[in-house]
C-alpha cells in the first residue's frame, strides 16, 4: 500500500505560479511511476505529467512549457511546477504513483485560475 498526500493547490490569477507537491510513504520502494492528473467539471480525467523510475517525463500537449514534474526521491516527493497558469487549467488535480502494478491516488487539491 501507498499513501499520498497532497498540498499547494489554491487560488491563482491568469498568468500566476502555483508549486503542488505530493509525498508518499508506506511500500514507496516499489514506486516505478509517478504523475499528476486533473479533471475539470463536467471533464474526464487527465493526465498532465508523469516521471518514471528512469526520469522520463511525459506532458500533456495542452501544458508542455509551462508545467514541469521533478521528483525528489530522498523525501518520497513528486512536485508539479506550474507556471503561466491559465483559466483552462482550472481543475482538481491528483497526484497518481503506480507501485507493484497497482495504480494510488492522492485525495486532490483544487487549482483554480481565476480572475
Known amino acids: 500500500q501507498v499513501q499520498l498526500v497532497e498540498s499547494g493547490g489554491g487560488l491563482v490569477q491568469p498568468g500566476g505560479s502555483l508549486r503542488l507537491s505530493c509525498a508518499a510513504s508506506g511500500s514507496t520502494f516499489s514506486i516505478n511511476v509517478r504523475g499528476w492528473y486533473r479533471q475539470a467539471p463536467g471533464k474526464q480525467r487527465e493526465l498532465v505529467a508523469r516521471i518514471a523510475i528512469g526520469g522520463t517525463t511525459n506532458y500533456a500537449d495542452s501544458v508542455k512549457g509551462r508545467f514541469t514534474i521533478s521528483r525528489d526521491n530522498a523525501k518520497n516527493t513528486v512536485y508539479l511546477q506550474m507556471n503561466s497558469l491559465k483559466p483552462e487549467d482550472t481543475a482538481v488535480y491528483y497526484c497518481?504513483?503506480?507501485?507493484?502494478?497497482?495504480?494510488?491516488w492522492g485525495q486532490g487539491t483544487q487549482v483554480t485560475v481565476s480572475s
Open positions: 497518481n504513483v503506480v507501485a507493484g502494478g497497482r495504480a494510488f
